[in-house]
């Protein structure tokens, strides 16, 4: 299965999915990394030996044309997979109709609860105690598409926003990693994702 990875951060998550690939076992391989902006994340590119491109979103007039070149970047590596990862801007319409189903995303939160970009903030705000990962098929929405996987993981006392998102992005690397095992497996089938 060969994926395309698309990064606003320091990838972390995108980290874990080159170190699973890294075993000839794992059926999939990320096959071009991507950046909306002059993301840290892209030095994983150099590190894994893997192509990166940039598409920043400030050199466009406006997002539809922001995506319509990101989508021919991504397109160019005619990838079975996008997966979304820190990618923190919504795809135009557009490039998620141009890719959909195979096109996946995962949030910091335990959907549908907290969705949209500070998830993570917003469940530490609203004094919960527990809150999770979810992986998601994206379409059109913020964070409300069809559930791949999700858990849930704590809040401690004591968490910060950071301390949190670390404990988040551990779960979210492993839900991540076994979701493109089982989309690559067939076990998953991004049409009609059974809701774990
Ligand atoms: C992840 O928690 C992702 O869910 C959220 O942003 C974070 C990206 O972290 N959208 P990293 O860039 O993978 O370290």
Same mark, same amino acid.
């Given at each position: 299965?060969?994926?395309?990875?698309?990064?606003?951060?320091?990838?972390?998550?995108?980290?874990?999915?080159?170190?699973?690939?890294?075993?000839?076992?794992?059926?999939?391989?990320?096959?071009?990394?991507?950046?909306?902006?002059?993301?840290?994340?892209?030095?994983?590119?150099?590190?894994?030996?893997?192509?990166?491109?940039?598409?920043?979103?400030?050199?466009?007039?406006?997002?539809?044309?922001?995506?319509?070149?990101?989508?021919? +970047?991504? %397109? +160019?590596? %005619?990838?079975?997979?996008?997966?979304?990862?820190?990618?923190?801007?919504?795809?135009?319409?557009?490039?998620?109709?141009?890719?959909?189903?195979?096109?996946?995303?995962?949030?910091?939160?335990?959907?549908?609860?907290?969705?949209?970009?500070?998830?993570?903030?917003?469940?530490?705000? @609203?004094?919960?105690? +527990?809150?999770?990962?979810?992986?998601?098929?994206?379409?059109?929405?913020?964070?409300?598409?069809?559930?791949? @996987? +999700?858990?849930?993981?704590?809040?401690?006392?004591?968490?910060?926003?950071?301390?949190?998102?670390?404990?988040?992005?551990?779960?979210?690397?492993?839900?991540?990693?076994?979701?493109?095992?089982?989309? @690559?497996?067939?076990?998953?089938?991004?049409?009609?994702?059974?809701?774990?």
């Amino acid at each position: 299965l060969s994926l395309v990875v698309l990064i606003s951060g320091g990838g972390s998550n995108l980290r874990a999915l080159l170190e699973a690939s890294e075993d000839a076992e794992f059926p999939a391989r990320v096959v071009a990394i991507g950046a909306d902006r002059d993301a840290d994340g892209l030095a994983l590119g150099e590190e894994f030996n893997v192509p990166t491109f940039t598409v920043p979103y400030s050199s466009h007039a406006d997002r539809e044309s922001w995506g319509d070149e990101l989508l021919a +970047q991504i %397109q +160019q590596w %005619q990838p079975d997979l996008v997966v979304l990862s820190g990618l923190m801007r919504l795809l135009p319409p557009r490039v998620v109709a141009a890719l959909s189903p195979n096109l996946i995303n995962t949030h910091p939160a335990y959907l549908p609860e907290f969705p949209g970009a500070h998830g993570v903030r917003d469940a530490l705000a @609203a004094g919960v105690s +527990q809150t999770g990962a979810s992986l998601i098929v994206v379409d059109n929405g913020v964070d409300d598409g069809p559930i791949i @996987a +999700q858990e849930r993981v704590p809040v401690l006392p004591g968490d910060t926003e950071s301390t949190l998102h670390e404990r988040i992005k551990t779960l979210e690397r492993r839900l991540l990693v076994q979701a493109v095992l089982d989309i @690559a497996n067939g076990h998953v089938n991004l049409k009609e994702p059974s809701h774990t």
